[in-house]
Structures are given as structure tokens and as C-alpha cells.
């Protein structure tokens, strides 16, 4: 039997029943190298200060700056240079006073020494330095601790790694992470008419380009995508596909085979087992479908590629941001003048593609749910509510930020 449900759901209704479908990904250790874009999941506490002894932010010597006192404008002190402490030398070698250590950028400063004098300030004296300025105490030496206490909180659960927090785990020690891992999702998309790029085309074939698409959009925020060779209008072969990749996938999304017309192979092997197909109050994209089929959850798209890409954009995405312990789901919106007036259909928010800039947008080609290159020339969506029909020119409208 087929589950049809007949009254619309509303855009914000049907999100959050995708994000309600998808579980929160576990918590994995995972190598730093593999952790950017993902969100960690636990606070990380560093082990160690940072930096971790005191050290020399510049090539130079080691002093007593009460040693070097005297040089300056009027004259120069000599000092004998005791010893030499390249960056990475282990052992400690006390400061006696009246002499100088040679000293490298992240070398440990030696106990007895108060500060360093850059080599620029010097003769660059090997056994015998000559100094050319005073310095006060505690110049150019970078103290343990000053950027990171033993014991302090460096990020927060929920934070999303990039680089900057990913150069800090490792320099307290980290080599990976507690993060949520990335979501796994199965792409498939059906068509018989649908044919894969590179290959040639006959009348009457289309080359597949949800696949990409979807797929694209997956790695994009840290999913995991894994392309199924699409399939033809064939619930037996549709069935068999799922059936054989079912097994570890956090979700399954379908493209096209869920609208009104007769070979509708999504709608058909999913019916009534798990799968409810109904109807959102959206141009383009209202045909939609989810659910589980045996235990997989399962969203099902329009075929149209920009329905394809919208349903993603307004649904997918943040569900799967979720499912992966992002806190912030959300693209920017911002208000904007349309340029041209903007006719929408009563009952429905209509997402216009345009491109936005200093206040006021412009629609990109038209409605249609099949101009994918009008999409990929645009930078925002443009949403009309569901109760407006027409938007004059000039008047403010909202807009989805994509980029
Ligand atoms: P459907 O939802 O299956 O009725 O498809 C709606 C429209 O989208 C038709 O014009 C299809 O040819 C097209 N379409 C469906 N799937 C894809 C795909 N994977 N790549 C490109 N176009 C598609
Ligand atoms: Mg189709």
C-alpha cells in the first residue's frame, strides 16, 4: 500500500524531521591529519605549558642583563662565551656570572640568564662576545607557560578543527582526536535516460549529474560519500543495489523516481515499507520522501538537479552537520532589494537562485528546476514566502547566503 500524505509540510518542518532521521555520529579517535572540518568532541585539556621552558625568541646570547648594563651609545662589553645552546639541546648548562651562552631561537634559556641580546646587538663572537646594548631583564625570552597553563582547557567539545586548533593539539602533544565521524552516505541516483559522463550519448539520454552533485556536497562539510553506479527505472535492480551497500551506511540518499508520473522506482520499491512519500510547500523540490528501509534511513530527492541540490541545501545539509556534532547548521541569511519583481505560487516558499551584492540581488535565470547552470552561476538563494505571489522591484527579500 502506498503511504501519500496529501496536505504540504512546511520547509522548516520537513528539516527538522531529516535531522530528527539521522543519528549523531559516534565518537572516534582519529589521527589529526584526518580531522579537518570535523568537531571534537570532548574538551581537550593540554597535558603540558606551552611553550613548555623558558626559551629565546631570537638568535643571540644569553646574559645577565645586569652583565650588559654598560653598553650602549657610549661603549661595549665583552663577555666570554661559555657555551652554545642551538635549538633542541637537552641538557642544562648553568649561566656563570661575567660570561654569555651563544644562544638559537627556541633554545632552553640557561638557569643564571635573565635575558638575551639579539646577535644584531653583538660582534657575533664565538669565544668572546662583544656587546653593543643593554638589555632589561627578561627581554627576548619567551616564558613557560605564557601561552598555555599545564592543565588548561585549549578547546572546547563542540569546536570545529581547522588548522590553527589542529597546529595546537599537536603542539600539546595530540596525535589525534576524539571527533564525531564523518556521516556516511550512499548516493544513488535512478533514471533510465541517464547515461555517465564520458560515455556517448544517444537522443533521448541525459548524462547523470546528481551523483556529482550530491556527492560533492557530502565531502564538502565532512561527510563521506560513497557513489552507487546509478540505476535504471527497475525496482528489482534499484532493491538489489540498496540491498548490496545497505550494510554500514548512516543514510541513503535517492535521486529522482518520487514525483506523480508512471516509473516512479524510488516511490515504488520504497512505498510502504518504511518510506513515507509526501509533499513540501517549496518550489522547486515539493516531492519528497523519507524514512527507513530495514533500519537504513533513507531521504529520497526530485531528480530535477536543482531540486536535487536545493532539498540538499535545505534539508541534507544541516542534518548531517548535526549528525556530525556541528552546533552551527545554519547558512548566513541576510536581507537584500530585489532588482526585478519576483513572481512565486501561492502556498509555497519559492528559492530563487540570484547573485548578491551591496544590499540588492538579482535572480539568475529563472524558476526552473532544471537550470542547473543558472545554480552554479549563483551565490545565494532568494526565498519567497509561502503567502507572497509578488515581489515588486525594490522591495527587501531574504536570502540564504551560499557563498
Ligand atoms: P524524476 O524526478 O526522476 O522524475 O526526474 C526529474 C527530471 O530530472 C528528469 O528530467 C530527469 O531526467 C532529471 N534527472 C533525474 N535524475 C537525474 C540525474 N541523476 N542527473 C541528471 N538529471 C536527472
Ligand atoms: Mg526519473
Redesign the pocket.
Known amino acids: 500500500m502506498r503511504k501519500v500524505s496529501h496536505t504540504p509540510l512546511s520547509v522548516d518542518d520537513y528539516r527538522a524531521r531529516i535531522t530528527a532521521l539521522v543519528a549523531r555520529t559516534p565518537v572516534v579517535a582519529t589521527p589529526l591529519a584526518d580531522c579537518v572540518g570535523l568537531v571534537l568532541a570532548e574538551d581537550l585539556v593540554s597535558p603540558v605549558p606551552l611553550p613548555p621552558f623558558d626559551n629565546s625568541a631570537m638568535d643571540g646570547y644569553a646574559v645577565r642583563a645586569a652583565d650588559v648594563a654598560a653598553a650602549g651609545e657610549d661603549g661595549a662589553v665583552a663577555l666570554p662565551v661559555a657555551a652554545d645552546i642551538p635549538a633542541g639541546r637537552t641538557d642544562v648548562v648553568p649561566l656563570e656570572a661575567g660570561t654569555a651562552h651563544r644562544i638559537m631561537t627556541g633554545a632552553p634559556i640557561p638557569p643564571g640568564a635573565d635575558a638575551v641580546v639579539k646577535v644584531e646587538d653583538t660582534d657575533g663572537g664565538q669565544e668572546r662576545v662583544v656587546v653593543r646594548a643593554s638589555v632589561a631583564p627578561g627581554t627576548h625570552v619567551r616564558r613557560l607557560g605564557e601561552d598555555v597553563a599545564a592543565g588548561a582547557t585549549v578547546l572546547g567539545a563542540g569546536t570545529v578543527l581547522g588548522p590553527p586548533q589542529l597546529g595546537l593539539a599537536s603542539a600539546v602533544g595530540r596525535a589525534d582526536l576524539p571527533v564525531h565521524r564523518r556521516v556516511r552516505v550512499l548516493v544513488l ?3 533510465t ?2 547515461v555517465e559522463p564520458g560515455k556517448p550519448l544517444l537522443h533521448g539520454q ?6 556529482a552533485l550530491l556527492a560533492a556536497a557530502v565531502r564538502e562539510i565532512g561527510g563521506e560519500p560513497t557513489v552507487l553506479r ?1 540505476v535504471p527505472d527497475d525496482v528489482a535492480v534499484f532493491r538489489e543495489t540498496v540491498a548490496a551497500h545497505a550494510a554500514g551506511a548512516d543514510l541513503l540518499v535517492t ?5 506523480a ?1 508512471a516509473y ?1 522506482v524510488v516511490k515504488d520499491a520504497l512505498a510502504g515499507q518504511g518510506v513515507e512519500f509526501l509533499r513540501v510547500a517549496m518550489q522547486p523540490g515539493g516531492p519528497q520522501g523519507c524514512g527507513r528501509f530495514d533500519g537504513l534511513p533513507v531521504v529520497t530527492l ?4 536543482v531540486s536535487t541540490a536545493l532539498s540538499f541545501e535545505l534539508f541534507l545539509r544541516p542534518a548531517l552537520l548535526a549528525a556530525m556534532g556541528h552546533r552551527r547548521v545554519e547558512r548566513p541569511r541576510a536581507t537584500a532589494r530585489t532588482t526585478v519583481e519576483l513572481r512565486s505560487p501561492a502556498g509555497k516558499r519559492q528559492y530563487r537562485r540570484g547573485r548578491h551584492s551591496g544590499g540588492s540581488v538579482t535572480p539568475v535565470g529563472g524558476p526552473g528546476s ?1 537550470l542547473l547552470a543558472s545554480f552554479a552561476a549563483s551565490d545565494c538563494l532568494i526565498a519567497v514566502p509561502e503567502d507572497v505571489t509578488v515581489v515588486p522591484a525594490g522591495e527587501q527579500v531574504e536570502l540564504v547566503v551560499l557563498r
Open positions: 541516483a535512478t533514471g535516460e541517464l541525459i548524462y547523470e549529474s546528481n551523483s546509478f535521486s529522482g523516481g518520487v514525483s508520473g516512479e526530485p531528480g530535477n538537479p532544471h
